[in-house]
Every structure is written in C-alpha cells, then in structure tokens.
C-alpha cells in the first residue's frame, strides 16, 4: 500500500470518527490571556475535571473542546497562574475568553516555589524538552547574559561544540540540521560574537520548545530537531519597559497599547559595549554585537488578529580597520489569525528570512558578501473535531535565493575585478496532515503525514563529468581527488535542474498506566534538502549554505524512540527517560583536503554516506519547593560511513563507521535554584561532556628537510573531557514590593574552579629544539559578573 492511499484512509477515518462524536455535542472556545498584559498564553492546561478530559491552547492561546450538553466544572492553570475553577452550563456553543492572574507579579515574575510543573502523561508528544523564560533567567550565564541556546545545553540530548562555538547538536546531529524559527521565521545563525551569545533577547521571548523527535508534521525541512521561539506580543493594557546593564552588554524593552485592549507595540534592543574600552589599552581592534526585536499586534475583531514581527541583528569583528567582518540576521513576517468558527483556526504567514556575511579586506582592497534568503508563504489550520480528536493540517512553500559570494574592489589600483559566484534557486514546497486522537483512557495516538518537494532552480551553468562522477579515486595514491569537467550544461532562469519529492510519515503512541506515569513510542521521517557548506565542528559566518542537486542529495532520516514518563508525590518531582535511534542516508562528509571556500564547484569534494545515532535520555527534575532544579544524563553515540563506490575504492576510514566531529559519550548537567528568602536566590550550574572527536596525527616524516606529520584514521581522538562550575546569586530589593520601579542584582561566576577546557589542540614545531608540540587552546576561565535588571 503506497503513501497516497495510507493518506486516503486516514482522512477517510478521521472524518467518520468525528461525525460519530460530533453528534448532540456542543462547544466550548476562547482565548487565555495574562490578566496584566492581555498577552495570550500558550500551553494553558484547560480541564473538565467530572470527565477527566481537556485540552491546551495553541501557539496563538487558542482552545476549544466538544462536550455533551450538561453542566461542568471547568479547571484552568498555568505555570505561575493563579488556577481559576469555574461552573460552566453548556447548553450551547459558549465563547468563553479567561484572564489568569499571575501568583506573584515580582521583577522575576515566577518565583519558582509557586509554580506547579507536571510530565504530560496522556498526550503522544515525547522527546521534546520545555523551559520558561524564567526558569532560563535563573541559571548562571557568561558574562551576565542570559542566553537561550545556552540554557539548552542543559537538557539531555543537546550538546555544543565547545566554548566559543556557535550552534547546537541534538542527539547526535549536525549544527545545521536545527531548524530555527522565531515567529515562524528560519534563523540561519544563532549565534552571537561567533558562538559567546545567542541573538534571541530573553526579554523579548514569550515561549520556547525544542522537538528532537517525534517531530510534528507540520514542521520540516531539517534532520535533528526544532527549535520553536515565539516572541511577546505587546502589553496592550499600560506602556511598561524593561532593561538590564550587564558589564559587556545592556538590553532596553518598550512595549504598551497603540489602542487599549485592542493592539499593541513590543520594541526591544539589546547591544554590546566593551569595545569602546579597547582604545584606553592602545588596541585598535573591536567586537561587538546589536539587535533590535518589533512586534506589532492588532485584534481586528473576535475572529481577526494581524500581527507584524520582526527581527535584524549584526555582528562586527574589526582588525585594525583593515579587515571588518560583518555579519546577522534580517526576518520580517506578517500573520493572519482567523477563527472560521468555535473549531476551526486557521493562521496565515507571509515570511522574509535574509542571513549576510560580509569582509571588507582593506589590505587586499576588496569587499566579499554572500549570504541566503528565501520567501515563505504558510497557511496552517487546527480544527477541534470533538474533545477526541483534533486535526493540524496546512501548506507551506519557501522560494530560495542563494549568494555564495560576490567580490567588489575598494580601490580602482587594487588589480582585482569584480566578481560574482553564480546564484542558486530553489524551491520548496509541502502539504501536511496531522492528528491527535484519544482512542480510550489509556491509550492515545498522533498520526501524520508530510508531503515534500523540492526544485533546484536555474539559471545557471554546471559542469558535467564523465560517467557523473565529480570526485574520482586515484588507485595509485588511495586518496580521492577532484575531477575534471568534461563539459557544461546550462539552464534558463527558473529551468529546474534537479527536482526531489518525500513522503514523510510522523506516528506517536502513549499509553497511560495511571495518572501518575505511562510508556511513550515515536517515530518520524525527517527530510534536508540545505546542506550548511562547512568541515568545521560548529558553523562559522563564512559557511555558505547549498541547495540539493544531482550530487549534493538531499538527506533522510528515521528516527525511532521509546520512553518512560512519570510524575511522583503529587507532581513534586517528575522523570522522563527515552531511548531513541536515528538512522540517516545520504549523509555528506567531505574529501581529504577539500577546498570548501568560494568553490564553486562543491560536488567535486563531496562523497555521500551514511549516519546513524542511538542512545539513552534520563530527565529527572525537582518541580517544587524552595530548592528545585533538575538533573539531566545523556548517553549516546553519533557515527557515520562513506564507503567505496567500487571494490576498489576505499571510502572514508577503509569504509568503516567512524564517529563525527559532534559525537559525545557522555553528557551530564546538573541545575539547582534555591530561593532563601524573598530577598535572596541562589542558582548552580554543573556541566560535563565527553571530549570532542578530532583528528590528531600518529607519526611524522621528513620531506626535502621539512618534518610533516601524518595522521590516523579520521574522528580517532578526543579532546579532554570538558567541565565546569557555574554560580549566581539574585538580589531582589524588599522595597520593590510597594513601588512600580523594581530592580535586582544577579551575581554571578562562570567556571568558578577556573577549569581551562580545551577548545582545540594544535601542533607546531618549536623554533629552539625543532621537535613538534602540541599546543592546547583554552578559551574562558574564571569569569565574574555582574547585572542590574529593572522593571516599570
């Protein structure tokens, strides 16, 4: 039975199971909002507590659940809100809008004793990992900077490079295989001053959540995970502001009402500073950072919300005046939310995403700049068949412009010409289905699938090779080198040079022992048709991404997972642990010695192979009380092959599994947050990772008077093992209570036993003895901080 016909049944099903349900029922909707604010919340628990049945809102605070007519108790929460209970009569369809009140309304805004956290154990989401805003805001930071991806790293499953590396890797995956989305936008890089922070200001973020499997399908476009940041919509009530002044960095918020109850402005910026000290130690060099996040929302009506977001941040790495290296992210987007009727919600997207890299080499006497952007146009809609079912389905369609770089001489003597490497179109398009169906008290079922195709676009010329092999295998040498053209082919503007299309299905399955715990199972195809153009370990400004063609393929993958989730003594402790493997074809891995920048012709040092991932996830968190925080252990290997193409051929690493550069055994975090009084919080942080894989060399010999090294079998080495200690104290004036301003002051020290992890390892000869060393990079050691944060 093909996909199509698997599609057929399912839609076939879902709508014979909902006109049985919807018969003599009725309809329950509304929006949840902050009480101060009138900002929606999103992942309300809503609650008919006689039936033991419910729902949660959505991304836009929407909720709506079918009941029988009678009359019911409805039950309401959210993390730090107070709970509302009320008596609801349904003896019709009743819009029902709700106000939650916040239980505290402090400069931290939650205090964590108060909040009630619980493991979903009926509903299939699995692998996905949660963290409020304030529960980020609590963890000791580098440099005084709360920083969202960071805060990641200590959720089993999420690895990093290292310090100073930008990005992140989930279970086992490359950087590049994250995809990115503030308010549906694709962040290219996350990452701020090549790694240090992250470029999502805390204050301007309203929810974050990370899927690493069982990956919804209305999402795609990426391999290893999903990470889904919505920013705040504005305060439409009264104007307020909120800031912080950290030693590198400050950060300032405007947000209130363009029309009381009705619309409302959100303006934040954030910038570094401590390169303007640089002058007064005689150091012409600079680096810094800006941002700037906009969000406008309007209601239109009880059926019509218009929202306009955007983001644009730089970073500028300056050498003497003469080499500038500027670089960021540009998103704008335009969304339509239009409620059909109580069960139907649709939201339309209009989306721009613009990623640029640019050096200006004063010293050579030219400018460089690439970079990526692409247009996207979404149209998603969740219908609440009954309180059993519930469908997400949609169209998404992304039009790609690719740069990979263009030169421009600074100066008419300089001897260089202008020159652009040729732009690469593509298109990419998807229809999706999704649906969460209870199919008793115990057991329920999310079933999906997604529909992929992709164009690489002209116009353009490429080259062809004989027997369409770009990199051939010299028997002589055992290495693989390069091709060499055997002619060109060209293609019109638009004309598609290399199409693909995918079915992906998406399953997930719980079955709930009890209330308190159940057994949890996923799976999901995942397809990449951009590849991130890099033989680093993190991404770097200077990759360039590509589009899928007939030799770069496009990259699949399934992942299959399992897990345990329980809560115990009345949700004051909670424990999720999963299991999962991932199984990845067309994996891309480069040539020895490739040749990866402005190379226009990248298929002649790429050789497809293959991956896989598996390990085990333990979560364990201490929800409540004045010391809470959590504890998270993940062990897990990452690998991949590229074997020959022939028997003569070896492939990479004799065409055995090797392990790739973002592989880690071990990967521990431990956090605590202890609240002392009203005036005093206390927060730690612990991190241990396996040393990263590299390539270190085995032996030397000597050529024409000059010792080379010469290296094993790729990924065969590690780094050391990489650890460190975090702590932070918060000081929260008593006076604040009484009065609108209300500041705190967040102590804090990074790697306090002051551990010199190593970033990489270098060899070198050294210029007295002529022996070669090894020479051990570290970038941070001990490093204390401190900043005021303010409210109004």
Known sequence: MNFKNVLFLIVLSVFSVSTLYSQEKFTLSGTVSDQRSNETLI???????????????????????????????????????????????????????????????????????DRKVRTEIRKPEMSVNKLTIQEIKQLPVLLGEVDIIKSLLTLPGVTSAGEGQSGFNVRGGGADENLI????????????????????????????????????ARFGGRLSSVLDIYQKEGNSKDFHMTGGIGLVSSRLLAEGPIVKDRGS????????????????????????????????????????NVFISGYFGRDVFSLNETFVNTYGNSVL?????????????????????????????????????????????????????????????????????????????????????????????????ALYLDAEHQLSDQITVSYGLRYSLFYRLGDQTLNTYANNQAVTFNQDFQIYESANPT????????????????????????????DEQSIKASYNRMTQYL???????SPTPLDVWAPSDNFLRPQLLDQFAVGYFRNFKNDEYSLEVESFYKNIQDRVDYIDGANLIANEAIEQVVLNGVGRAYGLEVLFRKNQGKFNGWLAYTLARSEQKVEGRTPQETGINNGEWYRTGF?????????????????????????????????????????????????????????????????SATLTPSKNKDRKWQGEWVFGVYNIYNRMNAASITFQQNKETAVNEATRLAIFGFIPSVTYNFKF
Do not use: C
Request: net charge negative.
């Open 43 to 113: 992942g309300v628990t809503v609650v008919i507590t006689e039936l033991k049945t419910g729902t949660t809102t959505n991304e836009y605070g929407f909720y709506s659940i079918s009941l029988p007519k009678g009359t019911y108790i409805l039950e309401i929460s959210y993390i730090g809100f107070e709970t509302i209970t009320s008596t609801i009569i349904l003896d019709k369809n009743i819009r029902n809008n709700v106000s939650m009140k916040e239980s505290v309304q402090l400069l931290n805004e939650v205090v964590l004793t």
């Open 181 to 216: 989305l503030l308010d549906e936008a694709t962040i290219y890089n996350s990452s701020h001053l090549f790694g240090l922070f992250s470029v999502f200001n805390p204050d301007a973020i309203k929810d974050l959540k990370l899927y690493k499997g069982g990956i919804p």
């Open 265 to 304: 402005f959100l303006v934040a910026g954030r910038g570094s500073y401590a390169h303007l000290f640089l002058p007064l130690f005689n150091n012409d060099n600079s680096a810094y950072f800006y941002d700037l996040n906009t969000k406008i929302s309007y209601k239109l009506n009880d059926n019509n």
């Open 333 to 429: 987007n335009f969304r339509w939310n239009h409620l059909f009727n109580e069960k139907l919600f649709s939201n339309m997207s209009f989306i721009y995403s613009d990623y640029y890299y640019g050096l200006t080499l004063d010293f050579v006497g030219f400018n460089w700049d690439s970079g990526i952007k692409n247009y996207n146009f979404k149209y998603d809609f969740k219908h609440y068949l009954n309180n059993k079912l519930k469908l997400t389905y949609g169209l998404n369609s992304i039009y790609y412009d690719f740069n990979p770089g263009k030169i421009e001489p600074t100066d008419e003597n300089s001897g260089i010409n202008e020159d652009q490497l040729a732009k690469k179109y593509a298109f990419e398009g």
């Open 487 to 514: 002619g060109t082919i060209s293609y019109k503007k638009n004309e598609t040079i290399a199409s693909f299309d995918n079915w992906e299905p998406r399953l997930g399955i719980s079955y709930a022992i009890n």
């Open 531 to 537: 590849h991130l153009i890099s033989n680093t370990q």
């Open 663 to 727: 592989d880690k055994l071990h990967d521990i975090s431990i956090v605590g947050n202890y609240n002392y009084n009203e005036k005093w919080r206390f927060g730690a942080n612990f991190s241990f990772q396996s040393g990263q894989p590299i390539t270190l060399p085995n032996g030397q010999y000597e050529y024409n008077g000059i010792t080379v090294p010469s290296y094993g079998l790729r990924n065969g080495n590690n780094l050391p093992a990489y650890h460190r200690l975090d702590v």
